[in-house]
Every structure is written in C-alpha cells, then in structure tokens.
C-alpha cells in the first residue's frame, strides 16, 4: 500500500466521500480513511435515513466530476419552501407563505436525496477512479506537519505523507483536535429525529416547514415509496420531549406526528427507523492550519434548518479545488490554506449565525414570542426584495 500522497481525507462520511470523488476526478493522488465502513442499504443497521436537499451551486460542483448523473434519478426536485406558522392556541395553520424557486431562477431549489444512497452512489463512483485508494476499516489517529508536508499515523499502524490533509472527520474531528484548532460550541437542549414517512396528500414538490414550539417539524419531499407519496421529516424537539417520541410506539407516535404536523398532508405513517441527532451549532476557530484543511461538520456544525449543512461543506470543497487548480505546485501551502480559511470563514460565521437565529425563533414557548414570530415571518414575506434576498442567501448564491 502507497504511504505517500497528495491528500489525506481523513473521514468518509458523505463530505469526506465527496472531496475523495471530486480530487480523484481531478487527477489528484487521494488516500481516503475511515474507521466506519459506509452503510449503503436503507434498512441496515447503522444506515443515515437523513436526506439531503442539494442546493443548485452544490450541483454544479457535482456535475462535471460525473456524480450528478448518478444521482439525478433517484432525486426529487424542491420547488417550492412552504412555511407555515402553527403557533397559535391550537396546532393549526395560520400563516401559510411559499417561496418558489420560480422568483430567482429556472431551476428548482435543490434536489433532495437520503444520505444513505449518496453513500452508494460515492462509493460506486470511487471505484472508476484508480488514484484514490479508500480504506474503509481505517482510522487516523495522529498528526505531525511541517512546513513541507504532514505525516498523518493511521490505527493500522502505518503512517502517510500527504501534502495536504483535509479533515472531514466529524463534529470531533481528532484531526482537528490533533492541529490544535478550538471550536466554539453553542448548545440549545434540543434533539432531531430523522424518519421517512408515507402520506396520503402528494406532496407536489414543496418542502413544508412547520414552526410551532420546540423547533420545527420539516416535510422534505422524496420519490414515491412503496407506490405512496413519501417524505423525510425531520422533527427538531426539546431533549426530553425529542427522546419521549424516540421511544413511543408506533401508533401513538403516529398520532402525534400527524398532529404536529397540523394534518396538511393527511395521516402520516413511518416508512423507516427513527434516528435521533443532538442539535449543536459549532464553529472552529480557523478552516485551516499548518497543512491541515477542515471541511464540513469538522469546521461547522448548524441546526438543520433550510439544507445549510451539507451544502456549506460542499461550498468549502468548492473553494478547496478552486485554490488547488488554480496553483497546482502550492497544493497545502501556507499561501493557499490562508486563503482557503479567508474565502470560507465569513460565510460560514453568516450562516451558522442566521440559522442560530431562525432555531432559537422556532424554538418559542411563550405565546405573546410565538405572535411576534409569526408577525415577523409576514413582514419579510411580503417585501418582494427582500423575500428575493432571502431566497438568493439560502441558496448560497449571494
Ligand atoms: C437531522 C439532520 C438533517 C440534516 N439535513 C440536511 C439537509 O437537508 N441538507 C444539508 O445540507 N445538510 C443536512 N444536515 C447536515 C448534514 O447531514 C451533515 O452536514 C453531513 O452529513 C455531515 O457530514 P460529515 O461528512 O461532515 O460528517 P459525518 O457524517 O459525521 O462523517 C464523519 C466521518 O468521519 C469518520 N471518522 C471519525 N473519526 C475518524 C478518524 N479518526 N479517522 C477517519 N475518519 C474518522 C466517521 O466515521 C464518519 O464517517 C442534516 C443534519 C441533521 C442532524
């Protein structure tokens, strides 16, 4: 096995899968590691029943590296972003506000896909591309760089030299731990359950997003399943409350979820396994240090609210490759990582502290908050530039 390289990925989740994809495509010497092979099969043990919404800028840095053709026909298209308010004395509708993507493009939003088929499909792609070695089954374990290089030890107890060393290990990233790059941790006591549910009412390619208490209850379109309308949910609660529907059965979880969701799309029944997901927003310090780049949940971490996560990582692999192809002898230099880190960490500073915001919002108790929040929502609403605005910044194209 080569002990030598260009990049070091430590993590293949489905960031570090896809700088793997995006670097070998590129022609870059890539060794990928991850101590957790990936599960690829919806219903096995362990698999991520998370969806992610693909917001258009992540399609186009997709596209050329031949992994959007792969995923495209398992996508549904998310045209529409409904939010509802349902803060009132009951659990009913009272505002009601769309935003269509049909306002600032020709194209949907974004295009939803679980996180488990991504997988698949990354996995799949690796194996056309011979200059990326990936090791499922392997850990990093340890760091030490210079100015010239990193030297990356793995559980296997062989060490890599590697130019670069792009961190994409998680919220405890050890990579980034072992760079000695601090975060800033924000906690809210609140927890998501992730699930796909079946629903009588089509949902006609709208996301819907209902803000009650507790955080909001999210309807993401997905392809038919088992000939049914199908969505994935994810339902943001305080802890306790999150972990009392984690371990409620069936029928009466049922029940409540086809409340919480204010019946908009009928009854709801579950299609899949319940996970469950502690809400943190986390920022690191810096995206960069001597040799080393953090991407994704290593470098931020926000509550999943408007498909920011994933789509922040992927903009941080964009600026990553740019910098790459644009002085290819500079690969982890200091002069690019500095640049790297500057690119990224404003953007990232401006989403996480938005989407703190729109939680905390979402999180109300008091009715008189829940009043202002709905009065709130139809304000921006109806100012055509900024609701524009809004939509652009979601977007990430502004
Ligand atoms: C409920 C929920 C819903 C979400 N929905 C969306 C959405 O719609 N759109 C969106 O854009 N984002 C969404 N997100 C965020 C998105 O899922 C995450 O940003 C993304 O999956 C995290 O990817 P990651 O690869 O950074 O981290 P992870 O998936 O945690 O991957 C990290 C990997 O690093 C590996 N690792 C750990 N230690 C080591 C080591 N020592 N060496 C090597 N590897 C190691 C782990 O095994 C793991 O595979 C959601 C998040 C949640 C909680």
Request: some cysteine; aromatic content about 6%.
């Amino acid at each position: 096995m080569a002990n030598s390289c260009d990049i070091l990925i430590s993590g293949g989740g489905v960031a570090g899968l896809t700088a793997a994809v995006v670097f070998g495509d590129a022609g870059v010497d890539v060794i990928c590691v991850d101590p957790a092979p990936p599960i690829t099969v919806r219903d096995a043990e362990g698999a991520d029943l998370r969806t992610t919404a693909i917001l258009q800028p992540a399609r186009d840095l997709l596209e050329p590296c031949g992994l959007w053709d792969r995923f495209a026909p398992y996508a549904a298209p998310l045209q529409v972003m409904r939010i509802v308010d349902a803060g009132g004395a009951r659990p009913e509708p009272r505002i009601v506000r769309d935003f269509n993507a049909s306002e600032v493009s020709d194209q949907p939003f974004g295009w939803n896909l679980p996180n488990w088929l991504l997988r698949r499909e990354l996995v799949a792609r690796l194996t056309d591309l011979p200059n990326v070695d990936f090791r499922p089954g392997t850990g990093t374990t340890s760091l030490f760089t210079r100015q010239s290089e990193a030297r990356v030890g793995l559980d296997d107890s062989s060490r890599v030299k590697a130019r670069l060393v792009i961190a994409a290990d998680g919220r405890d990233s050890p990579m980034r731990q072992a760079a000695g790059i601090d975060v800033h941790t924000t906690r809210y006591g609140q927890k998501a359950l992730a699930f796909a549910v079946n629903h009588s009412v089509p949902h006609e390619n709208v996301s819907t997003e209902i803000h009650r208490s507790g955080g909001p209850f999210t309807l993401v379109p997905l392809p038919d399943h088992n000939g049914h309308p199908s969505s994935a949910v994810v339902w943001m609660e305080h802890g306790p409350r999150a972990t009392s529907l984690f371990q409620m059965d069936q029928p009466d979880f049922e029940a409540e979820m086809t409340e919480r969701s204010c019946g908009l799309f009928g009854p709801l029944t579950l299609a899949s396994r319940r996970t469950i997901w502690p809400i943190i927003t986390q920022k690191a310090d810096r995206m960069s240090g001597e040799r080393i780049a953090l991407m994704a949940e290593s470098a931020h971490v926000v509550p999943p609210i408007g498909a920011q996560g994933l789509n922040m990582s992927l903009a941080d692999l964009r600026a990553l490759l740019d910098l790459a192809l644009a002085r290819p002898e500079g690969l982890g230099d200091m002069q690019m990582l500095d640049a790297y880190h500057d690119a990224r960490i404003r953007d990232v500073a401006l989403r996480a502290q938005g989407i703190d915001l729109l939680n905390r919002a979402s999180m109300l108790d008091a009715r008189p908050l829940r009043d202002a929040r709905a009065a709130g929502l139809d304000a921006l609403y109806s100012l055509k530039p900024v609701r524009r605005t809004l939509m652009q910044m979601g977007l990430g194209v502004r």
